[in-house]
């Protein structure tokens, strides 16, 4: 059985539980601030969802792309250019 205080007593769950903090906070705001965005254009729930499945599906030509580069760090930049946009979009609301 694990606590709080495993994460403060072992460095092995640190190197670990922070990055997915950190990961759940980008991931929020990359589904989040789209829709909060779209909301001010008055749609409904099914219009947003499409218009944000139609963006998503817009960014295939360029991930098809980067497949010929490491992944790690094509990872790293995707997620870190994702969330910056998408705190400069809730910011901009």
């Known amino acids: 059985m694990f606590s709080i205080i495993d994460i403060f007593r ?5 190197a670990h539980i922070i990055p997915l903090g950190a990961l759940k906070f980008v991931m929020m705001f990359i589904f989040y601030a789209p ?3 779209l909301d001010q254009f008055a749609m409904n729930i099914y219009v947003n969802g499409f218009v944000n499945g ?4 817009a960014r295939i030509p360029l991930q098809l792309w980067l497949l010929q580069f490491p992944r790690k760090y094509v990872t790293y930049i ?3 250019t994702s969330a910056v946009f998408a705190v ?5 609301k």
């Open 10 to 14: 072992f460095e092995s769950l640190r």
């Open 54 to 57: 139609l963006s998503q599906l």
């Open 35 to 37: 829709g909060i965005l």
């Open 88 to 92: 400069a979009m809730f910011i901009s």
């Open 78 to 80: 995707l997620f870190a």
